[in-house]
């Protein structure tokens, strides 16, 4: 469902007013605070030994009260899909709220703690690749809002465990004017007591968005080369390097990682396809697979390769290039369009960007942005109405044939940013088209920062393990669809077993889906654990449609941490809910043929 992940409408009304005020807010930029920003010189930190980070079954979990048939599975230092699994009203608290704050787990998130290992994604050809030695300095800035405390730190101490130290000048947190209270003292105290002074954070006296919030990381950074990372993320094995070097090679080139996707509902790290970035014109960006001709040479598959837009969160940049090349439009606010914008501006104005293979670096992909914007504007459109009048030369009428209702909408004083495009003597869209986006075409306005798509997907059906009949073992009935099996969005039940019903066969694969009669998915809602489960078309990536069995015969849903029920095994009607995993014989089911 693209329309789920389409940005916020936040209803735009902007008038010079507020307009006004927001330029001044930014021009005062000593309202933010700055502590922890003395850098004493390069101390060496000690990387936390690989393979002794502290795991969920070192931690609070194991043994714990409230799992007296032994829920808990020993993982071995693996990740568990049932390290969601909810033992108690607090648990239940932990993932509600985080689904709510945050959209995504938090309660996994929270157990993961600070340090984990994450599968090398990389082509094996790049493990043996040669990076030069002497390499810029980074300085990574990381602008949050609202973070959750877990994510925000297992992205830092993934940088300080996976970064080699001499190429870390600092990191640098911008705290967005967050409200929540584990992100005020909790977190000084934690950089003071845990974290190396590399470390630094700044904090905004008010809330600036992601793009002035990057600004002023950037205005504080002091290393050759600026690397931008979203408060989610986890880098992988030897990241920088292969980002460092083109840089080195020349000061006009941006790099990007690829982009591996963190589940939102498991926290599972997986590979991305190597794909590049494009946009469609209604100014979202989308992926699209990479032109045959820009791969290959030498280095096959592992080289870098040219990319028309970046996806925005995560990207290397030579700071002082960053600064000529005109930082970013501060007149843009909180969310949307500065990727496109920063990617027209590079490749018109003289740069490159690229996208890395041998960089990977993993980011939380959400299905909904949980945070709103002050005084809740359209900040997408505003700030894609700006980029389009600044570089989309008579092109931007593609986009007001697709948003007739922002033609005559108020975006700002953008002079200054037509003197930077003057200035630095930049092509035109068109060219950029020609030369740099060929592939574009016209089409709808609906693609958002969704997870790229491994593209023969579609093709591929996952294997299937079993095929059966879902059986309740308190009753021996089985679990069947209220209505029809094809009705989506409709409940199941246990009903007496009919031997003759197709319509009762479910195939369980190795995606850990449930398919009801080779049709729908069985499916949790992702934020409310008190609904039924129902039948959903398969969307294919986990999370709400991710069922283990395991121990006790239960049958455990991922994403909501809880185990599936039959809640009133007495009457006909065969109800079933989600509630915490137990081992009653309600709780107890078999896939038979
Ligand atoms: O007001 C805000 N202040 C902030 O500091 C709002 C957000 N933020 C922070 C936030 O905490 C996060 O660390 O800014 C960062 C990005 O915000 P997200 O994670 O809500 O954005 P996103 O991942 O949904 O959006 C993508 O597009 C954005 C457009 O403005 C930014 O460029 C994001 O950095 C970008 N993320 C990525 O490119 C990661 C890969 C996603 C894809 C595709
Ligand atoms: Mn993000």
């Excluded at 800035?141 to 600092?170: G, W």
């Excluded at 020349?250 to 997986?270: E, F, G, H, Q």
């Excluded at 501060?330 to 920063?342: A, F, K, R, T």
């Amino acid at each position: 469902g693209s329309a789920a992940l389409r940005c916020f409408c936040y209803g735009c009304l902007f008038t010079s007013v507020t307009w006004t005020l927001l330029l001044f807010i930014y021009f005062n930029f000593s309202e933010e605070s700055v502590r922890h920003v003395s850098v004493k010189g390069l101390e060496p930190y000690r990387p936390f030994p690989k393979k002794s980070y502290p795991r969920l079954s070192d931690g609070a979990n194991k043994g714990r009260a409230g799992d007296p048939i032994g829920n808990f599975v020993e993982t071995n230092g693996n990740f568990s899909p049932e390290m969601g699994m909810i033992f108690n009203e607090q648990d239940q608290d932990v993932r509600d709220v985080g689904y709510q704050k945050h959209a995504f787990n938090m309660l996994i998130s929270n157990r993961l703690g600070y340090h984990r290992d994450v599968p090398d994604t990389r082509d094996p050809k790049c493990a043996k690749k040669i990076y030069p030695t002497e390499l810029p300095l980074a300085s990574i800035v990381i602008c949050f809002y609202n973070e959750a405390f877990s994510a925000l730190l297992r992205t830092v101490h993934s940088v300080l465990d996976r970064t080699a130290p001499n190429l870390l000048r600092e990191i640098i947190l911008v705290d967005d004017d967050s409200d929540l209270d584990d992100l005020k003292k909790p977190l000084d105290d934690y950089i003071k007591e845990n974290l190396p002074n590399k470390v630094k954070l700044v904090r905004n006296k008010q809330r600036q968005g992601l793009i002035r919030g990057r600004m002023v990381g950037a205005s504080h950074a002091t290393g050759d080369v600026l690397v931008f990372l979203d408060s989610h993320c986890e880098v992988n094995e030897m990241w920088l390097q292969p980002l460092l070097s083109p840089i080195k090679e020349n000061r006009k080139t941006v790099v990007c990682p690829v982009i591996d996707i963190i589940s939102a509902d498991t926290l599972i790290y997986s590979s991305s396809p190597v794909v590049r970035g494009g946009f469609n014109w209604g100014l979202h960006f989308k992926w699209d697979p990479v032109p045959l001709s820009e791969l290959g040479g030498p280095d096959g598959f592992t080289a870098p390769f040219r990319s028309p837009t970046m996806a925005g969160g995560l990207f290397a940049m030579d700071r002082e290039y960053f600064n000529t090349l005109g930082q970013y439009d501060s007149g843009m606010d909180i969310w949307g369009g500065e990727n496109l914008e920063i990617s027209f501006r590079i490749w018109m104005c003289g740069g490159s960007l690229l996208i890395v293979p041998c960089s990977r670096v993993g980011h939380i992909f959400r299905k909904r942005r949980p945070y709103g914007s002050p005084g809740g504007h359209d900040t997408m459109a505003h700030n894609s109405l700006r980029l389009a009048h600044v570089w989309m030369d008579d092109y931007k009428e593609q986009y007001f044939a697709l948003r007739p209702e922002l033609r005559n909408r108020d975006f700002g004083d953008i002079s200054e940013r037509l003197a930077l495009r003057n200035r630095l003597n930049c092509k035109t869209f068109k060219w950029y088209l020609d030369n740099i986006y060929p592939e574009m075409q016209i089409s709808g306005p609906n693609a958002k920062a969704q997870p790229p798509v491994f593209v023969n997907r579609g093709q591929k059906r996952p294997k299937i393990l079993q095929r059966g009949r879902l059986i309740n073992m308190q009753t021996n009935r089985c679990l069947v669809a209220q209505g029809h099996p094809s009705q989506k969005g409709g409940l199941v039940v246990a009903k007496d077993c009919d031997f003759n019903d197709s319509d009762q066969i479910w195939t369980y694969n190795e995606e850990h889906e449930l398919i009801l009669s080779n049709l729908l998915c069985l499916d949790m809602s992702e934020t409310r654990s008190s609904d039924p489960p129902r039948l959903m078309k398969c969307h294919g990536s986990g999370g709400s449609q991710q069922w283990v069995f395991g121990k006790n015969n239960r049958l455990y849903q991922v994403s909501v941490g809880q185990c599936l029920k039959l809640t009133d095994s007495l009457s006909h009607k065969g109800y079933v809910a989600m509630a915490i995993c137990d081992g009653s014989p309600a709780q107890q089911w078999h896939l038979d043929n």
